[in-house]
């Protein structure tokens, strides 16, 4: 299979990854939609799907400037004592 044909066929299961998420009222269905789907679906469809690591990477920027908008001051002091054990665990897993 080429690999416009795969990028097509993923992007058609991720959209309606996103579609499923939205009527279901799911939390987070532009992101989690397409996970889900693509995942499930690579256990039905056998062909390899692909999709290019650079167009990967740029949804993951994306994705983290999005999330990342949304942490404020409060949202840090509600973390508390948290904050230092994720700090120790990205320092640890990196």
């Known amino acids: 299979m080429h690999?416009?044909?795969?990028?097509g066929i993923v992007l058609v299961i991720s959209l309606l990854g996103v579609y499923l998420f939205n009527i279901l009222h799911l939390?987070?269905?532009?992101?989690l939609g397409p996970i889900f789907t693509v995942l499930i679906s690579q256990f039905f469809i056998k062909t390899h799907l692909y999709w290019?690591?650079?167009?990967?990477n740029f949804g993951l920027i994306i994705v983290g400037i999005t999330i990342g908008q949304s942490f404020q001051l409060p949202v840090f002091s509600g973390m508390g004592?948290?904050?230092?054990?994720?700090?120790l665990?990205?320092?640890m897993i990196h």
């Open 81 to 87: 004592w948290l904050i230092g054990i994720m700090l």
């Open 52 to 56: 290019p690591s650079t167009l990967r």
């Open 3 to 7: 690999k416009i044909q795969s990028m």
């Open 89 to 91: 665990l990205n320092i």
């Open 27 to 31: 939390p987070v269905p532009w992101l």
